[in-house]
């Protein structure tokens, strides 16, 4: 059974630091393309970065030079180090995977997620 629980968040101010854990179990981690979402409150579910086995990475432009996604495969671990944050920042954080070597892109690609953690950054 797969499982992502995601760890890591919380409240800052602007200008702030934060750093996203996800750890990941129940199917084979390192193979896999594993990307951060996140959703504002009223707002659509977001893609924000992804990283793939090897470790190639892609973000979204609203967070690039700020975020850096990185994984650990000996831990089965995915992380997000989210700097210089910003109030649009805010959102509930989810871990995701389609489960196979391909990124997701959008939120129907997701075939599994974690619960989420919550980031608020005030200004």
């Known amino acids: 059974q797969v499982q992502l629980v995601e760890s890591g968040g919380g409240s800052v101010q602007a200008g702030g630091s934060l750093r996203l854990s996800c750890a990941a179990s129940?199917?084979?981690?390192?193979?896999?393309?594993m990307a951060w979402f996140r959703q504002a409150a009223g707002k659509q579910r977001e893609w924000v970065s992804s990283?793939?086995?090897?470790?190639?990475?892609t973000y979204a432009d609203s967070v690039k030079d700020r975020f850096t996604i990185s994984r650990d495969n000996a831990k089965n671990t995915l992380y997000l180090q989210m700097n210089s944050l910003k109030p649009e920042d805010t959102a509930m954080y989810y871990c995701?995977?389609?489960?196979?070597?391909?990124?997701?892109?959008?939120?129907?690609?997701?075939?599994?997620w974690g619960q989420g953690t919550q980031v608020t950054v005030s200004s």
């Open positions: 990283i793939s086995s090897f470790g190639g990475a």
């Open positions: 129940g199917y084979t981690y390192w193979y896999s393309c």
């Open positions: 995701a995977t389609r489960g196979g070597g391909l990124c997701p892109a959008r939120s129907s690609d997701v075939n599994y």
